[in-house]
């Protein structure tokens, strides 16, 4: 029996697995594509991020939308199933599409020039059902038994790291080759020349774009399958919290005496549960008499804003100057570091959280002093310090690993921290949004810096540059 139960855990916690990295996969997918993007010649080139960044901000309009329905439906109706179904099966097709058409291209009527249509409308999408799933997975998981949340918070950090080994695995491919075109002589006066006409060749990735989003289209299915799986499966079923359990089957009870209320979740504790509530209310009430000044709250607040404007805005959409002016496997590396930093910072502050406000303050600090040499060498771009030197490789991408680490820390342990307070609701909805707010904020101000002014050039890198033209025939 006692393997019986263990089995079905197994099962739970891989379904459980597989349902969190679907929830960020397909944008994470594509931020650590666009290396290779780059380098195949996408018409937007390096400003490609600052248009995925803006795209991202307006995919927040799907969260909206489901809390303003969600609001609207009627008490007892779970609105984030159905919601589940849909958006698990739009990412898989839309991953699907990808495969065929993220190269074509179409002329804007607005700026006269060709964009990545098709790209940009998929990254929306899955945009869009990324965010979405950030408030409709959740409020699915609370019908499991709770001690399963943790492998889910896993799955949603392998969201960023299985791109990233992939995009590691894939490569950008070498250095652009300098390859003789074609020879031929000319004479000036008497002087007899012999010339070379010059090209570069690009030596391509281990595997396309094509072979990487039939992967991601994989690990989509595998969400909506996984999805359906805990939704029906009956020893999955088993698994289910005992409270969820007892409130449908007051549910049903409900349905069968002909009630006509809507059915309520009830949450009815156990002995032990009162015992543990009771001991919390006692908690409560000293951290209630021990409160934080208000002062200390808007500082965190303050730091919350600044870190989510710059991790989520300002430094993604100009990485790809910074990192890129290194060379391209120098962005590759820096981009998928930056993705792996995400859930390692997370998993510190799940071990071993901190209440400690001088430490928060600290890494705040490091990661804004990483952060401002990654935006000089951006600025610097396309001569930027240290350039064609391994300490200059070294030192941007452990710039752009500590700054996203720090500052992906900051914005956990300021989570934690709230939580911790006895008025934790309203302040995680006062995190939720200052941190949306400052995103918007930096989205809307790099935006038109990086592309209405010169600040920001490319780094577009001639192999041929130093090779003679001509040489002269004596």
Same mark, same amino acid.
């Given at each position: 029996?006692?393997?019986?139960?263990?089995?079905?855990?197994?099962?739970?916690?891989?379904?459980?697995?597989?349902?969190?990295?679907?929830?960020?996969?397909?944008?994470?997918?594509?931020?650590?594509?666009?290396?290779?993007?780059?380098?195949?010649?996408?018409?937007?080139?390096?400003?490609?991020?600052?248009?995925?960044?803006?795209?991202?901000?307006?995919?927040?309009?799907?969260?909206?939308?489901?809390?303003?329905?969600?609001?609207?439906?009627?008490?007892?109706?779970?609105?984030?199933?159905?919601?589940?179904?849909?958006?698990?099966?739009?990412? /898989?097709?839309?991953?699907?599409?990808?495969?065929?058409?993220?190269?074509?291209?179409?002329?804007?009527?607005?700026?006269?020039?060709?964009?990545?249509?098709?790209?940009?409308?998929?990254?929306?999408?899955?945009?869009?059902?990324?965010?979405?799933?950030?408030?409709?997975?959740?409020?699915?998981?609370?019908?499991?038994?709770?001690?399963?949340?943790?492998?889910?918070?896993?799955?949603?950090?392998?969201?960023?790291?299985?791109?990233?080994?992939?995009?590691?695995?894939?490569?950008?491919?070498?250095?652009?080759?300098?390859?003789?075109?074609?020879?031929?002589?000319?004479?000036?006066?008497?002087?007899?020349?012999?010339?070379?006409?010059?090209?570069?060749?690009?030596?391509?990735?281990?595997?396309?774009?094509?072979?990487?989003?039939?992967?991601?289209?994989?690990?989509?299915?595998?969400?909506?399958?996984?999805?359906?799986?805990?939704?029906?499966?009956?020893?999955?079923?088993?698994?289910?919290?005992?409270?969820?359990?007892?409130?449908?089957?007051?549910?049903?009870?409900?349905?069968?005496?002909?009630?006509?209320?809507? &059915?309520?979740?009830?949450?009815?504790?156990?002995?032990?549960?009162?015992?543990?509530?009771?001991?919390?209310?006692?908690?409560?009430?000293?951290?209630?008499?021990?409160?934080?000044?208000?002062?200390?709250?808007?500082?965190?607040?303050?730091?919350?804003?600044?870190?989510?404007?710059?991790?989520?805005?300002?430094?993604?959409?100009?990485?790809?100057?910074?990192?890129?002016?290194?060379?391209?496997? %120098?962005?590759? %590396?820096?981009?998928?570091?930056?993705?792996?930093?995400?859930?390692?910072?997370?998993?510190?502050?799940?071990?071993?959280?901190?209440?400690?406000?001088?430490?928060?303050?600290?890494?705040?600090?490091?990661?804004?002093?990483?952060?401002?040499?990654?935006?000089?060498? &951006?600025?610097?771009?396309?001569?930027?310090?240290?350039?064609?030197?391994?300490?200059?490789?070294?030192?941007?991408?452990?710039?752009?690993?500590?700054?996203? &680490?720090?500052?992906?820390?900051?914005?956990?342990?300021?989570?934690?921290?709230?939580?911790?307070?006895?008025?934790?609701?309203?302040?995680?909805?006062?995190?939720?949004?200052?941190?949306?707010?400052?995103?918007?904020?930096?989205?809307?101000?790099?935006?038109?810096?990086?592309?209405? /002014?010169?600040?920001?050039?490319?780094?577009?890198?001639?192999?041929?540059?130093?090779?003679?033209?001509?040489?002269?025939?004596?």
């Amino acid at each position: 029996m006692a393997e019986r139960t263990s089995c079905h855990q197994v099962l739970v916690i891989i379904l459980v697995l597989l349902l969190g990295q679907g929830s960020w996969i397909g944008i994470n997918s594509i931020w650590v594509e666009l290396p290779l993007l780059v380098s195949l010649g996408i018409p937007e080139h390096f400003e490609i991020t600052s248009w995925l960044v803006i795209i991202l901000q307006m995919a927040n309009i799907g969260p909206i939308i489901f809390m303003v329905a969600n609001y609207l439906t009627p008490k007892g109706f779970q609105l984030e199933v159905p919601t589940n179904y849909v958006i698990t099966f739009i990412g /898989t097709v839309v991953c699907l599409f990808m495969i065929f058409y993220w190269d074509v291209y179409t002329l804007w009527q607005m700026d006269g020039k060709l964009h990545s249509t098709y790209l940009t409308l998929f990254a929306f999408i899955l945009a869009l059902v990324d965010c979405t799933s950030n408030v409709t997975f959740l409020p699915f998981m609370t019908r499991i038994k709770s001690h399963y949340m943790t492998w889910f918070f896993i799955g949603m950090g392998l969201s960023g790291v299985i791109p990233s080994i992939l995009a590691l695995i894939q490569g950008v491919g070498g250095a652009p080759n300098c390859v003789a075109n074609h020879t031929y002589t000319k004479t000036n006066g008497t002087d007899l020349f012999e010339c070379t006409s010059w090209t570069y060749e690009t030596n391509p990735a281990r595997f396309g774009p094509e072979v990487f989003f039939s992967f991601l289209s994989l690990m989509m299915f595998a969400c909506f399958v996984s999805y359906i799986c805990l939704n029906h499966l009956p020893i999955v079923k088993s698994e289910y919290a005992a409270e969820y359990q007892s409130s449908r089957k007051e549910s049903q009870q409900s349905e069968e005496s002909g009630g006509r209320e809507a &059915a309520q979740y009830e949450l009815v504790p156990t002995d032990k549960e009162v015992d543990q509530l009771e001991t919390s209310d006692t908690d409560v009430t000293t951290v209630q008499e021990s409160q934080r000044p208000a002062v200390q709250f808007l500082l965190l607040f303050l730091i919350l804003g600044l870190s989510g404007g710059l991790i989520n805005s300002v430094l993604p959409s100009i990485q790809s100057f910074s990192a890129g002016s290194y060379g391209l496997n %120098i962005y590759l %590396i820096s981009a998928t570091l930056s993705s792996f930093a995400n859930p390692i910072a997370g998993t510190i502050v799940m071990v071993k959280p901190s209440k400690n406000l001088l430490l928060v303050y600290t890494v705040f600090a490091v990661g804004t002093i990483a952060g401002v040499y990654c935006f000089a060498t &951006a600025l610097m771009s396309p001569t930027p310090p240290l350039q064609h030197r391994l300490i200059g490789d070294i030192l941007v991408v452990s710039s752009w690993f500590i700054t996203s &680490a720090c500052l992906h820390y900051v914005r956990a342990a300021i989570g934690w921290i709230m939580r911790t307070e006895p008025n934790n609701r309203i302040l995680l909805i006062t995190y939720g949004v200052i941190n949306q707010v400052g995103s918007l904020l930096g989205a809307v101000i790099i935006f038109p810096v990086v592309h209405y /002014t010169d600040w920001f050039v490319p780094y577009y890198p001639d192999p041929c540059a130093a090779r003679p033209d001509c040489i002269a025939v004596t």
